[in-house]
């Protein structure tokens, strides 16, 4: 599927706080904020040290990535297709073009993903992405008591 792509701008915050609200759903994120605090944090966030770019697919738009740029390395915080346009190479286009249009090369690449989001690592070991970091924890006590009641 062809892609065009192009540079976010504040403007886009509404339609790129709508696909981080249903990124935090389908990786089943912990993030509880709502979609104004979500508008509110990116263009924050755009207007800082972020990047993000939006793809394209005749002139629709179907995905988008938000990253940092570090000294050595590309921090991708958000990445995310449409899910009517899943599994028909979108996000694998989407990489492409960042790796070989938009990112420097001659920088390490990373991304974090949920151990439950188990299609989002298989996305990323099919595009080349190899295991690094496993982030442990124990909830505190308190956590434990209020998922227990709640049945999570
Ligand atoms: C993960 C995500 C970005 C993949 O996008 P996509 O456009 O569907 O991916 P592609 O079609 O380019 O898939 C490329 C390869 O990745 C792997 N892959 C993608 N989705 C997969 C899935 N659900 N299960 C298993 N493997 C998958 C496959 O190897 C696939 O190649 P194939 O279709 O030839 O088998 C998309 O599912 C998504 O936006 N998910 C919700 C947000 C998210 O989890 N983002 C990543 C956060 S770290």
């Known amino acids: 599927m062809p892609l065009d792509y192009r540079r976010a701008t504040p403007d886009d915050s509404p339609l790129l706080a709508g696909w981080n609200q249903q990124l935090i759903r389908d990786e089943r994120h912990r993030n509880t904020m709502s979609l104004p605090e979500l508008e509110t944090r990116l263009r924050g966030w755009l207007a800082g ?5 939006i793809f394209t ?8 990535a938000l ?4 000294p050595a390395l590309v921090y991708l915080r958000q990445f995310f297709v449409q899910p009517d346009h899943r ?12 790796q070989d249009l938009v990112w420097p090369r001659d920088k390490r690449r990373t991304v ?4 439950g989001n188990e299609a989002g690592i298989a996305f990323w070991r099919a595009n080349g992405y190899q295991d690094y970091a496993l982030t442990m924890e124990v909830m505190p006590p ?3 008591v209020k998922m227990k009641v709640k049945g999570v």
């Open 67 to 70: 990253y940092r740029e570090e």
């Open 49 to 53: 040290e972020y990047h993000a770019v």
């Open 142 to 144: 308190v956590e434990k």
């Open 57 to 64: 697919h005749l002139s629709e738009p179907v995905a988008y």
């Open 87 to 98: 599994r028909s190479g979108v996000g694998r286009d989407a990489i492409r073009i960042l």
């Open 112 to 115: 974090e993903v949920l151990t």
